[in-house]
């Protein structure tokens, strides 16, 4: 295990992980990342998932072997229980306290303790928390499967099948988050919490931008997919777009074309107010375009009946006919060079693009390894192994997260040794130090755009954050990307517009970064220390501030590629997760989902600023946090991200015609015509034996399996099967559907975070701020005991808040009203909400 002396920000935080597959343990390898001592524990057969992933799950670990069903084991699960700050199980709700160790004891004999449940589905939600909770089974259940994006439904591919395991990954980085923010508010409050993270809602909060439906949406927001599926539906005909017809239905800025050395290059630069233009300019075709009449509108925020011109560069999506043609042209330049070319080329003029590779290329790339974002470990049963490096980091103290300490197995004995060793100071729980949530108290600016960054800080605000998002007095990026995706991540936030390139719009940069305690941006390092927010300047404008930075292609150290531009689509393809969902490089996809790792790098930037708190309340340490959208793709495909001498094939399921891991994992169709998801293993089959209809399956050749179950499957419909499936403890879902998820668990707002409501739960507000009837998923991942979680506010109109905000930090009503004439600052984009 590591020294004392470590300056990781979580030493000194003793863990007790009972975890077993996924997210429970990656929860426990993001607290070991961070410095916190971790034992884990597993039953006498051994983990219950067998992989190869385990050396990176299980890594800062040491494993004790333990039967929970004996007097003895029990006992000496106790004992490491009563050594623990955290203890972390992700079993079905109560499995544990059937077993004797009862969280809610634990609380009332030890106030001070955080415990974290992690189940399938809510304890709360008395129709499924029973249920045997696969990842996969969360996945069908919560419609991750169905519908999956506007490709796979034009391609008539439904259900779809994902290997990703986006329930824990998505579940590991929220869990982790809430476990270090209520550390942090224990250190504070002398008081810990117990936690519930089910993973359906966990996923669900990762599919937010997805689930959102905004009522009466203008046309000029529907891209030509939408349109086209619209059209197909009305006219009854057959979703069969081949994937060569699909690509002309893509934005020009938004697609991959192929190179001179066959290998796709994917361009991500459709929204932002310059980069198109960019991307135009280095393939040389700009001004020939302009010359034929591609316009770019001055304020394109004003009602689209009011341009000048019917398409406008920089605004997504792209009417079709200037779609058609900037794509064929695109096509024909991008085959003069080769992928590793352009790689160049864009990088250097700040462009969004990057070549498809696929993931064994992403392990073994240079800059991968140069930068942290793959590691080197020795571990004891693969010996040499290449997996992902830290997911969440300090910048202070990254270098010591670079050289994590392999898996080791102790025995009882040497783990209670090695908690007992440790002396955790926590305060004395008063009425005085309480605090009603987590971040009570807390005021966090957030600078960021798009996705990742402002989602990160809209996440804190559940946890009674003071969040102000702090915007260009003019926009930079269109309508689609600030407000669409706005309506979500601006919740909780009071907004104000400021020109940051102006002199006052500087101060009042200056007077907000004096009044806050947390500054979130995702920004590249020159633009940070231009704005005065590198770590010496920061220091004399407010030394107690803790920064967290948010990026695309940052690992610990800095290589070529970490001041690159980029978002999570292009981190899909230089990690390989567009070319295993397309099944081939000449087909890449972008994975189905808005947001598929933008999300989940938000959630881990809120760990990266519960850690940087910790340190600072725990050890005196001011810190600036970090983690990326790369560094959270080696999370997000952690099952099949390692490499070792002698490892097998990357045959992960790939391609849009897989259906699932094999015959008794994946999807089949009912006599309902509804598919339903069977998630069973080997060790299963015993069990069918009780299963009507399937009886025989213990006694048919693995070969003919498939077909056995997928013609025993259309004798019933798909509800009656999971009946009889489920009755005899054997995984199955049906394939549900977002839309109706939602519209079977929408309730009119009621000021309650949905916590109350089982697995999932959206509100409808009718009377949103946008004019428009708007319902969302609530923010109800993380439920809690003690600290309280807020039920955030909708978004407000970009510059709301400008006036007050400014009226705050001093500034007398004159002072702004000249700012405001001057440009300085201003208190809107347009004269809509959403513009129509």
Known sequence: MRQTFSHLPLTGVKVVDFGQYIAGPAVGMLLGDLGATVVKVDPPQGPMWDSPANATLNRNKVIVTLDLKTEAGLADARALCDEADVIIENFRPGKLAALGLDFDQMCQDRPELITLSIPGFASNDLERREQRAFESVVAASSGVFTDMGLNRVLMGVNPSFSPLPLSSAYAAQIAGSAVVLALQSRQVTGRGDQIEVPLAAAIMEGLCYNSIRVADMPERYLTQREKEIERRRIEGLQMNVSYEELQELLDPFFRSYMCKDGRMFYVVCPSHKYHARRCLEVLGIYDELVEEGLTSEEDTYRPYAEWSAHVSLGVYPMPKDWADHIAARMKEVFMTRTA?????????????????????????????????????????????????????????????????????????????????????????????????????????????????????????????????????????????????????????????????????????????????????????????????????????????????????????????????????????????????????????????????????????????????????????????????????????????????????????????????????????????????????????????????????????????????????????????????????????????????????????????????????????????????????????????????????????????????????????????????????????????????
């Open 340 to 836: 590793r070319e352009w790689v160049k080329l864009f990088g250097r003029a700040g462009i969004p693009g990057g070549p498809q590779l696929w993931l064994q290329e992403w392990i073994n790339d240079e800059y991968a390894e140069a930068s942290g974002l793959m590691i080197d470990l020795w571990d004891p049963v693969y010996g040499e192994m290449t997996m992902p490096g830290p997911v969440v980091w300090m910048e202070e103290s990254g270098e010591e997260a670079l050289s994590p300490e392999p898996r080791r197995w102790v025995e009882m004995p040497e783990a209670l040794k090695i908690l007992r060793a440790l002396r955790t100071d926590i305060p004395a729980a008063t009425e005085d130090n309480d605090q009603e949530a987590w971040l009570s108290g807390v005021r966090v600016l957030d600078l960021c755009n798009v996705i990742a960054g402002p989602h990160s800080a809209s996440y804190l605000a559940r946890f009674g954050a003071e969040v102000i998002k702090l915007d260009p007095a003019q926009p930079m990026y269109d309508s689609w990307n600030t407000v669409i995706y706005g309506m979500s991540q601006g919740r909780g936030k009071k907004s104000i517009l400021v020109d940051l390139k102006s002199r006052h719009g500087q101060q009042v940069l200056e007077d907000l970064v004096k009044t806050v305690d947390v500054i979130v941006w995702n920004a590249p390092d020159s633009q940070i220390r231009k704005m005065g927010l590198d770590a010496e300047q920061l220091r004399k404008l407010n030394p107690d501030a803790i920064f967290c930075k948010l990026d695309c292609f940052s690992g610990v150290r800095r290589g070529v590629r970490t001041d690159y531009i980029g978002y999570d689509d292009l981190v899909q393809a230089a990690t390989g997760i567009m070319t295993r969902f397309g099944g081939a490089m000449d087909r890449p996809e972008e994975h189905a989902h808005v947001g598929t790792i933008d999300v989940m790098c938000g959630f881990g930037g809120a760990l990266s600023v519960a850690a940087a708190l910790y340190q600072k309340y725990r050890h005196g340490r001011i810190g600036r946090g970090r983690t990326s959208l790369s560094a959270n793709a080696g999370l997000l495909q952690v099952p099949f991200a390692y490499d070792f001498k002698g490892r097998g094939l990357f045959d992960e399921p790939s391609g849009p015609d897989v259906s699932g891991w094999n015959d008794l994992a994946r999807f089949y169709s009912t006599a309902s015509g509804r598919h339903i998801l069977l998630c069973a293993w080997e060790n299963d089959l015993p069990r069918f034996r009780a299963v009507e209809g399937l009886e025989d399956l213990p006694d048919i050749p693995v070969e003919d399996r498939a077909a056995y179950l997928a013609t025993a499957f259309q004798a019933q419909p798909a509800q009656e099967w999971v009946t009889r499936l489920r009755a005899a403890d054997i995984g199955v879902a049906i394939c549900e559907n977002i839309d109706a998820l939602r519209a079977r668990n929408e309730h009119e707002a009621d000021g309650t975070p949905g916590t109350q409501n089982g697995s999932y739960s959206f509100s409808i507000y009718r009377d949103h701020p946008s004019g428009h009837e708007v319902t969302q998923l609530d923010p109800y991942a993380v439920r809690t005991r003690r600290g309280a979680v807020m039920a955030v506010s909708p978004a407000e109109k970009f510059g709301t808040s400008t006036r007050e905000i400014l009226a705050e930090l001093g500034y007398s009503e004159a002072a702004v009203q000249k700012m405001l004439d001057a440009g300085a600052v201003s208190t809107s984009w347009s004269r809509e909400y959403l513009p129509s």
